[in-house]
C-alpha cells in the first residue's frame, strides 16, 4: 500500500537505521542478521527495527523528533563470551555511527542516542516453544526535523 506523505520520517528512519547496520556489520566484517521489523525467527546476531515513534512539539515551528527502537540480540545469556562480544559490539557500532553518520531524506541526521542493556529480552511476539531468553541490547536512534506549523 502506498500512502502519499510529505515528511516520511519514519520510513527514511527506518532506512537508515537498516543502512547503518547493514554497512557497519560488512565493514568490521560480521556476519549479522539484519531485518528492518521483528523477525519470524532469530538466529543470534541478529537485530532489527523494533518500533518507530514520534514526539512532536509546536513552538511556532513544528519540532518532529522520529527515533527507532533497535534490537541487537547477541546470543543466549549463559557465558562471558556472550557479554564480551556484546561489549566490544557495542563500543563499536557507537564510534561506527558517529563516524559515519546517515542523513535522512530529510536532512535528519540520524545518531544513536541511547543504549540499554536487557540480559533477559524475549521475543513476545514469537509462538512460546520458539521464545528464549536472549542477550540484547535496545539502541535509540535519533533524527531531527523542523518546519512551520502544519505545512512541514
Known sequence: MTIATRTAMQTSLRAAAVDLLTDFASDVGINLQIYPGRPKSIYPPCAFVDTVNDSITYTGLRVRVTTAEIVVIHGLFDSADTTDQKDAFMDAFIDWVTDNPRV?????????????????????????ESQRSYYATHITLEGHTQGRGAMA
Open 104 to 128: 535522512t531524506d530529510f536532512d535528519a541526521i540520524a545518531l544513536v542516542t541511547a543504549t540499554v542493556d536487557d540480559p533477559n529480552y524475549i521475543p513476545d511476539w514469537m509462538p512460546p
